[in-house]
T-cell receptor
Framework: AQSVTQLGSHVSVSEGALVLLRCNYS??????LFWYVQYPNQGLQLLLK??????LVKGINGFEAEFKKSETSFHLTKPSAHMSDAAEYFC?????????????FGKGTMLLVSP | DTAVSQTPKYLVTQMGNDKSIKCEQN?????MYWYKQDSKKFLKIMFS???????INETVPNRFSPKSPDKAHLNLHINSLELGDSAVYFC?????????????FGAGSRLTVL
């Protein structure tokens, strides 16, 4: 079984500040890890994913995340927040090479960006 | 062209009614899903179909019945609606070769039960 914990239901930053959204996972086998973003009244959009290989993955809109196996973490960062980054962010985990697996989502973190 | 489309986008109905939400994907994907997002934004898997066959059925009341007439469509029918069914329902799909379980989501269908 796998699970995801996102620390902080809300994170507030100023425009131009560093964004750090935390995600820890639990999985009995090596996981695939994802970050999705949900803008108001919209569906979920894939930001980035980790499967194998390089542990630092880059996604869209300047976001990146680093897989740290020893810490079971997959935190999302962006060097400089923009007003348009305000949204709900979901970390998710999936079992590797499991044809019938699904994504298990964290409870989400709302990113608030102030001018 | 929208990759995963859901209809209706908004649905307001009375308790006890029966309603359906439709989902279609034009990505050629083999697997489709229904997720429920509650008022606290928590996303939970409900069902998954692979080539029209039910493969995942989480603990969901029998009032919810998915139907997949073909692998491009996965509809959700809900009988005897209850207040607690109010939520946003997301359809998603995944291709057999997409690997890494990358799901493509629809825009969601917001159901409000009065």
């Amino acid at each position: 079984a796998q699970s995801v914990t996102q620390l902080g239901s809300h994170v507030s930053v100023s425009e131009g500040a560093l964004v750090l959204l935390r995600c820890n996972y639990s999985s009995s086998v090596p996981p695939y890890l994802f970050w999705y973003v949900q803008y108001p009244n919209q569906g979920l959009q894939l930001l980035l994913k980790y499967t194998t290989g390089a542990t630092l993955v880059k996604g869209i809109n300047g976001f990146e995340a680093e897989f740290k196996k020893s810490e079971t973490s997959f935190h999302l960062t962006k060097p400089s927040a923009h007003m348009s980054d305000a949204a709900e962010y979901f970390c998710a985990v999936s079992l590797m090479n499991s044809g019938y697996s699904t994504l298990t989502f964290g409870k989400g973190t709302m990113l608030l960006v102030s001018p | 062209d929208t990759a995963v489309s859901q209809t209706p986008k908004y649905l307001v109905t009375q308790m006890g009614n029966d309603k359906s939400i439709k989902c279609e994907q034009n990505l050629g994907h083999d697997t489709m899903y229904w997720y429920k997002q509650d008022s606290k934004k928590f996303l939970k898997i409900m069902f998954s179909y692979n080539n029209k066959e039910l493969i995942i059925n989480e603990t969901v009341p029998n009032r919810f019945s998915p139907k997949s007439p073909d692998k491009a469509h996965l509809n959700l029918h809900i009988n005897s609606l209850e207040l607690g069914d109010s939520a946003v329902y997301f359809c998603a799909s995944r291709g057999s070769h997409s690997g890494a379980n990358v799901l493509t989501f629809g825009a969601g269908s917001r159901l409000t039960v009065l």
